[in-house]
C-alpha cells in the first residue's frame, strides 16, 4: 500500500504591497504639510540667493515617519502639485520654470533624500531604534547630507556656471538651519513612532 503526501503549493516569498486608502491619505497630508512649510521663512541666503524654508524639515519629516516608498511619493507629489502651476514653493512659486532656476538641484532631490532616510530608519534603525531621536537624527541627516546638499550644489554650479567649489560656498550658510531642521524631525518622529509603532508598515 502506498501512502500518498499533499504538497503544499508554494506561496510566493514576496508579493507586491498595494497602497491602501490610509497610505494614500498620508502622502496626500504630507505633501501639503511640505507645501505649508515652503512659506515658512522663505529668508534667501548665501550668494545664490536661494531662500532658507522648512521645506527639508517636512520633507525629511515625510521619509522619516512614512518610509521609503510613501516618503517619496509624498514629497513627488508636491513637486507635481509645483509644476502645474500651484503656488507650493518658496516665496509662492511655481511652474516648470523653477526646475531650472538656482534650486532645481535641492527640488529634484528631495524624494531621494526622503526615500534614503525613510529606508534608514525602516531598515536600518529598524523597530526598536526608531524611536531613538539620536538614530533617527542619523537617519534623516544622512539623506539631506548625501543627497539635498550635493545635489543643490550641482545645481547651483550649472545654473551660475560657476566651479564646485564655488558653489560649495554657496551651500554652507544652509548646514546649521539644515542640523536645527534635523533635530526637530528626530525629536517629532522618535515621538510620533513611540506612539504609533506600526505607522511604517515595513514601507
Same mark, same amino acid.
Given at each position: =500500500?502506498?501512502?500518498?503526501q *499533499?504538497?503544499?503549493?508554494?506561496?510566493?516569498?514576496?508579493?507586491?504591497?498595494?497602497?491602501?486608502?490610509?497610505?494614500?491619505?498620508?502622502?496626500?497630508? &504630507?505633501?501639503?504639510?511640505? *507645501?505649508?512649510?515652503?512659506?515658512v521663512?522663505?529668508?534667501?541666503?548665501?550668494g545664490?540667493?536661494?531662500?532658507?524654508?522648512?521645506?527639508?524639515f517636512?520633507? =525629511?519629516l515625510?521619509?522619516?515617519?512614512?518610509?521609503?516608498?510613501?516618503?517619496?511619493?509624498?514629497?513627488?507629489?508636491?513637486?507635481?502639485?509645483?509644476?502645474?502651476?500651484?503656488?507650493?514653493?518658496?516665496?509662492?512659486?511655481?511652474?516648470?520654470?523653477?526646475?531650472?532656476?538656482?534650486?532645481?538641484?535641492?527640488?529634484?532631490? &528631495?524624494?531621494?533624500?526622503?526615500?534614503?532616510?525613510?529606508?534608514?530608519?525602516?531598515?536600518?534603525?529598524?523597530?526598536?531604534?526608531?524611536?531613538?531621536?539620536?538614530?533617527? &537624527?542619523?537617519? *534623516?541627516?544622512?539623506?539631506?547630507?548625501?543627497?539635498?546638499?550635493?545635489?543643490?550644489?550641482?545645481? =547651483?554650479?550649472?545654473?551660475?556656471?560657476?566651479?564646485?567649489?564655488?558653489a560649495?560656498?554657496?551651500?554652507?550658510? &544652509?548646514?546649521?538651519?539644515?542640523?536645527?531642521?534635523t533635530?526637530?524631525?528626530?525629536?517629532?518622529?522618535?515621538?510620533v513612532?513611540?506612539?504609533?509603532?506600526?505607522?511604517?508598515?515595513?514601507?
Open positions: =500500500m502506498t501512502s500518498t *499533499s504538497t503544499p503549493a508554494t506561496e510566493p516569498t514576496s508579493r507586491a504591497r498595494r497602497l491602501t486608502t490610509t497610505d494614500l491619505a498620508l502622502v496626500a497630508a &504630507f505633501a501639503a504639510l511640505i *507645501s505649508a512649510c515652503a512659506y521663512g522663505a529668508i534667501p541666503i548665501g545664490a540667493g536661494v531662500p532658507i524654508t522648512l521645506q527639508t517636512g520633507v =525629511m515625510a521619509g522619516c515617519l512614512l518610509g521609503p516608498l510613501r516618503g517619496f511619493l509624498a514629497v513627488a507629489v508636491y513637486l507635481v502639485l509645483g509644476a502645474i502651476g500651484l503656488p507650493v514653493f518658496a516665496e509662492h512659486s511655481s511652474g516648470l520654470g523653477v526646475f531650472t532656476g538656482a534650486s532645481a538641484g535641492y527640488l529634484l532631490a &528631495f524624494p531621494f533624500a526622503a526615500a534614503l532616510a525613510g529606508f534608514l530608519v525602516t531598515r536600518v534603525a529598524g523597530r526598536r531604534r526608531k524611536t531613538r531621536a539620536l538614530v533617527v &537624527f542619523a537617519c *534623516s541627516f544622512a539623506g539631506s547630507a548625501l543627497v539635498i546638499h550635493p545635489a543643490g550644489i550641482v545645481g =547651483m554650479s550649472l545654473f551660475f556656471d560657476v566651479p564646485l567649489t564655488t560649495v560656498t554657496y551651500d554652507l550658510p &544652509f548646514w546649521a538651519g539644515d542640523v536645527l531642521k533635530a526637530l524631525v528626530a525629536l517629532v518622529a522618535a515621538e513612532h513611540r506612539a504609533f509603532p506600526q505607522l511604517l508598515h515595513r514601507r
